[in-house]
């Protein structure tokens, strides 16, 4: 019913920027929440940021003040635009769409130098 492809991701150096995006196609017209998370290798997979369909906005403590997440209603997607990274926040990035439940492929994000 709803389709989520994630790009955007890639290699980039500390300090850098990357913009996610999350294309949304199908039938996105129950969607109330959209959210990015994150996992590394080991880990949990954590949530990162958040948008609801009114426009209001979370971010997890560890990216707050670097991420912004918005959504582009016209165009059906939803950024993540993420400044002055940092090597922990390399990670496997997915997009998240509810109710019900849907999720992208995701992207891979590697801050390295």
């Known amino acids: 019913q709803v389709q989520l492809v994630e790009s955007g991701g890639g290699l980039v150096q500390p300090g850098g920027s990357l913009r996610l995006s999350c294309a949304a196609s199908?039938?996105?017209?129950?969607?109330?929440?959209w959210k990015w998370y994150r996992q590394a290798p080991g880990k949990e997979r954590e949530l990162v940021a958040v948008i609801s369909r009114g426009g209001g906005t979370n971010y997890a403590d560890s990216v707050k003040g670097r991420f912004t997440i918005s959504r582009d209603t016209v165009r059906n997607t939803v950024a993540l635009q993420m400044n002055s990274l940092k090597p922990e926040d390399t990670a496997v990035y997915y997009c998240?769409?509810?109710?019900?439940?849907?999720w992208g492929q995701g992207t891979q994000v590697t801050v390295s130098s």
């Open positions: 199908g039938s996105i017209f129950s969607i109330n929440l």
């Open positions: 998240h769409a509810a109710p019900p439940s849907y």
